[in-house]
């Protein structure tokens, strides 16, 4: 089994920053092939991806909600996917989780993610 635990969720004001971070671990994960994306519901939302990333060929995808704002980064040595939120607006407010998929062509789809870690709750004030 894969387990992921989120982090790093709060409450910002608008413009602000907060970085995320994913924990990865688990006999089932290896930090040389994997699928991390990164989720959020909005409340009385549907979940939505926000932004993945694969190692195998370093390609990272952003929504484009979120393109320009938003930035993946990895550390392998803490089995760590981080999420760097810039410039965050009111409409960023949701739980965030992270989440292990099983390939980065499928990227959009819930199902195709095998391994989610609890959510991390982000609040951006107008």
């Known amino acids: 089994d894969v387990q992921l635990q989120a982090s790093g969720g709060g409450l910002v004001q608008a413009g602000g920053s907060l970085r995320l971070s994913c924990s990865i671990s688990g006999s089932g994960f290896s930090f040389d092939d994997y699928v991390i994306g990164w989720f959020r519901q909005a409340p009385g939302q549907e979940r939505e991806v926000s932004s993945c990333i694969s190692s195998s060929d370093r390609s990272t995808y952003y929504g484009d909600s979120v393109k320009g704002r938003f930035t993946l980064s990895t550390d392998n040595a803490k089995n760590t996917v981080y999420l760097q939120m810039n410039s965050l607006k009111p409409e960023d407010t949701a739980a965030y989780y992270c989440?292990?998929?099983?390939?980065?062509?499928?990227?959009?789809?819930?199902?195709?993610?095998?391994?989610w870690g609890h959510g991390t709750l982000v609040t951006v004030s107008s």
């Open positions: 989440a292990s998929g099983r390939s980065f062509l499928t990227r959009r789809y819930e199902d195709a993610y095998d391994f």
